[in-house]
């Protein structure tokens, strides 16, 4: 069972791969979703933008997917919002 939540997800390799992927994929269309159905185009400005910068700085965080999907979330939040 796949379940993101887990403390210990990573200690299986395949679910910690299904897990890396699927929020990857969940990230890349809320983002498609912010463009096409809200058309809120500063919010992907700010989520492309933080995403070079956390790829830029990933070596020196560790949890930078994390964090990621954390602004991705606030962006998510703030379309359906407003």
Do not use: C, P
């Amino acid at each position: 069972m796949f379940v993101g939540i887990a403390s210990a997800f990573r200690s299986d390799t395949f679910t910690a791969n299904v897990h890396q992927y699927s929020s990857l994929a969940a990230v890349v269309l809320s983002q498609l979703s912010i463009i096409f159905v809200y058309h809120m185009y500063y919010l992907n400005i700010i989520m492309i933008v933080s995403a070079i910068v956390l790829y830029l700085l990933s070596k020196k965080l560790a949890q930078w997917m994390y964090i990621l999907e954390v602004i991705a979330f606030i962006t998510v939040s703030v379309a359906l919002y407003d």
